[in-house]
């Protein structure tokens, strides 16, 4: 089988879906595709242009309180409070960027500038009262009856529909950046820097373009988010651990690939869930059992195939990655 | 027409003269010849040229206007092509895509930039790879995509830091027809730093040598070699050339 006939089934599956599965399989679904999309937006960054976030806590964060708090304050509704989202978070990432490309700061310092970022916005939500400070914000719950677009409120399926929607965009989007000259020159970066500034390219303009493209598609997903969950805590939302969840799914399914970020997201969300089902059936609830089962995989993974699963499964299945 | 003029360049790096008082001139397609002994400050010139780093004092002109205090990008757009001594490839590119990275510095999309690059993999006998990543390639190999890449860029001048290195006889002088042919047909200027005297002799115009950063001979290939104080500080009392 080809790729565009593969793709059309899978699409065409994702789309019947919410037709004939439980409210448990759609929540499962959605976050398969949310995760799908923060890694396909952090997967410019690192596996485009090279450029290793630990902070994409940041983007979500901020993406959902600036939303949710324009929502939570004066009733408007995401239509508006997303583009706020996606400029602010656009120009968080500029400056992160601007810091630390102009001072040649990259590689770990770089990640490590990414985390601080996250963090001290953590810190800082929790005292930005009109927010809701540490004991957090809390959107109107949703009409889950009745379709509400204007306000993004709505039953289960609506919420699953426009995470497809961002996926297949997020993919669509990555795969016209990947072959344009932006990805030449980001992969030129990514692979050597001193020789990609010989061949005429300014580094320093084509990592912010990095950084701002995945800053702003987080943002987006940020402002699902809140309205999908309608509670945010500063705590919770910029935890470092958010980040490393991101990150997780294209690690696991292939940094720099296309499909990757929506295999390893797949792969990985359903484990996690899987564990939990499983280890519910068979009555074993031994505190942390859950970690240690997720962790095994996790390294299995990382051993056996170090370049991750789509890689090695496009190979298998005769087709270009 | 003067294309590269190097007046009274200087550079030392924590007090370690590199490269002192150096002046040369490249001819627009004229074809010269960077030599010396290990740490002379060849690639300390070229790094210079490139923009790599400023030099303390002196002056850069390319086309008659100053480009010492240029980025490597800017150097590059400008019309100055390099290749590095220790190779640096887009290793998890394909051979193609190494260059296609090049040609899009004056190539407007994707697509003419691929059709470029593959008439330019053809040239360096590399079109039959042009599919590998370039991690699977040889040294000579490597050398080669250095040379493609950088012609990919469309440059004016050619800066080429001992591609020959590593290269047997033949495919030393394979190279030499290369550069000949593009010497001669593009008029594409090159200035090469080089340990390969059989290239040397066969490519350049011009020979500048430099000892301890200084430029102690210049000339005809033939006369060059035959000066004292080159035999002496480089080539050896019983050259072969």
Redesign the interface.
Known sequence: MNRPVLLSVLVLFLLILPWFSGPYVLSVATLILYYAYTGQAWNVMMGFAGQLSLGHSLYVGVGAYVAGGIFYHWGIGPWAGIWAAILLCTLLGLLIGFLAFRFGISGVYFALLTIAFAEFTRIGFDHIEPLGGPAGLFLKVAQRDSIDLLNFRGPPAMYYYAMLFLAVLALVFCKFLITSKAGYYWQAIRENEEAAQALGINSFRWKMLAIAISSGMTAIAGVFFAFYYNNLFPEQIFNISRSIEIILGPIIGGVGTLFGPILGAAVLTLLSDGITEGLAALGWDAPGIKQVFYGVVLLAVVMFLPNGIWPALAKRMGIAR | MILLEVGALSKSFRGLTAVANATFEVRAGEIVALIGPNGAGKTTCFNMI?G?FAPDSGTILFQGSPIQNL????V??AGI??T?QIV??????SVL?NV???A??KER??SSARVFSRSILKKLNLDEKAGLPASSLTLPDRKRLEVA??L??RPKLLLLDEVMAGLRPTECDEMVGVFRGLNRAEGLTILLIEHVMRAVMALAREIVVLHHGEIIGRGAPAAVVRESAVLECYLGEETVV
């Open positions: 490139a790599v980025r490597p990008d800017q590059c757009a092509g390099r590095f640096k490839p887009f290793a998890g590119l895509d296609i990275v090049g899009l510095n999309s994707v890449r950088a990919a860029t």
